[in-house]
Structure formats: structure tokens, C-alpha cells
């Protein structure tokens, strides 16, 4: 089974607006972290944000919040106030307390910005 | 600066050669990784290492080998045993540990097989 999907394989938001980034996963380990990372055109990975499983609060940082929903598996990206620097592929990682500082990773999203 | 940096960018390979990308780190970090991409898909672990003269396989090790002989280095070789090798391999590290260890990642390197 897959340990993270994510099901838009791509997604199209307008400048300025807000858009909503679909993670689920599937982990038995109570003790768990979930990352999402940007991935320009360029190919460097870019962290962006991160939410640990007894995080009782959503993370956020600067434009970007993470919809956390435990019961659900369920840890969804939101982007405010898009800019077309946003444009670019978006991953969402987990790691696991038995895997140690191991990830594992979705297939992506791409997220296209139009003007 | 403090990073990683990954050498060549471009890395063309003729069949039944072995070749080695380059890995390097300043962040003092104990942990390394090596990830492959295919085009349109996500990162798969291909090795890891939290100490030197340590390291584990990850999902896909068949036809790679690594070394950490330094804190600071990580080099991967792709051996001719990696029947399909033509992808885009990233490298990143981290501190030791499980909550909040984010992984920083390596501009990558994009190896062609001729």
C-alpha cells in the first residue's frame, strides 16, 4: 500500500488566490513527521514546512499552513496569496519512529499559477 | 555558506562504465541520503548513512554502492549493474534523529546513459 499519495496530479490556481495542496497517509506508528517540499523547474528541493503527528496545532509559515487532520491521515498543503514563483512541483513526505530519519515520499503535485 | 553541493550538474554515461557523483556537506549534519527521480514521479531512497564508515540500502540499492569515509562526503557510484540509470539523483542530509530531522537537499545531478 502507499504510504503517501497524493491524488492531483496536477492542480491551477489565479494569482493572488489561495489553493489546497491533497495529502493522505498511511503509517501504524504513533510517532510520525510529515514535510511537504517544493521542487522548481530547476530540480533543487526546497523544504517548506513540516508537522510533527502530537503537533497539537497546524503549522504554519508565511504563505504556507498545513491543514492537519490526524483521524483522516490526512495533511493537506494550503498556499495563500499565490504567486507565479509558486509555480513548480509539490512533494509530501513522511517519516516514521521505526523508520528513523528515513522519508517517504509522494508522487507529487504539479501546481501551475496562471496570471 | 553553509549547504550541500553535488557535482557534475550533467553526467553522461556510456554503457557498462561505472560513474561517481559527488556529494559534499557543510551543515555538519551526521546523516546523508541518496534519492533517485524518474521524470514525473517522486523520490526513491537508494542509500543512507547516520555515521561514517556506516551506511544502510534503501528501497532501490540493486546496481549502486556508497562509501562515507568523512562527515562530509557521501559519493555515490552507479555501477553497469544499474540496468536503467538514466535519472536525476539528488543527495541530502540531515541532523540524527526522527522528530523534526527535516532533510536539506543537493542541486542534483542528471545522469544520461549514451
Known amino acids: 500500500a502507499q504510504k503517501i499519495t497524493q491524488t492531483q496530479p496536477g492542480m491551477f490556481v489565479q494569482e493572488k488566490e489561495a489553493v489546497t495542496l491533497d495529502c493522505t497517509y498511511d503509517t501504524s506508528d504513533q510517532s510520525y513527521g510529515l514535510f511537504w517540499y517544493k521542487q522548481p523547474s530547476s530540480g533543487e528541493m526546497i523544504f517548506l514546512i513540516y508537522q510533527g503527528s502530537y503537533d497539537e496545532q497546524n503549522a504554519t509559515e508565511g504563505r504556507y499552513s498545513l491543514n492537519f487532520q490526524k483521524a483522516r491521515k490526512s495533511a493537506n498543503l494550503v498556499i495563500s496569496a499565490s504567486q507565479l514563483g509558486d509555480s513548480a512541483m509539490y512533494f509530501c513526505a513522511m517519516s516514521e519512529e521505526t523508520s528513523g530519519s528515513r522519508l517517504t515520499f509522494g508522487e507529487g503535485t504539479q501546481l501551475t499559477v496562471n496570471p | 555558506d553553509g549547504g550541500i553541493t553535488q557535482s557534475p550538474k550533467y553526467l553522461f554515461r556510456k554503457e557498462g562504465q561505472n560513474v561517481t557523483l559527488s556529494c559534499e556537506q557543510n551543515l555538519n549534519h551526521d546523516a546523508m541520503y541518496w534519492y533517485r527521480q524518474d521524470p514525473g514521479q517522486g523520490l526513491r531512497l537508494i542509500y543512507y548513512s547516520q555515521i561514517v564508515n556506516d551506511f544502510q540500502k534503501g528501497d532501490i540499492a540493486e546496481g549502486y554502492s556508497v562509501s562515507r569515509e568523512k562527515k562530509e562526503s557521501f559519493p555515490l557510484t552507479v555501477t553497469s549493474a544499474q540496468k536503467n540509470p538514466t535519472a536525476f539523483y539528488l543527495c541530502?542530509?540531515?541532523?540524527?534523529?526522527?522528530?523534526?530531522?527535516?532533510?536539506?537537499f543537493g542541486p542534483g545531478t542528471r545522469l544520461l546513459v549514451l
Open positions: 541530502a542530509s540531515s541532523t540524527i534523529g526522527f522528530e523534526r530531522e527535516t532533510q536539506y
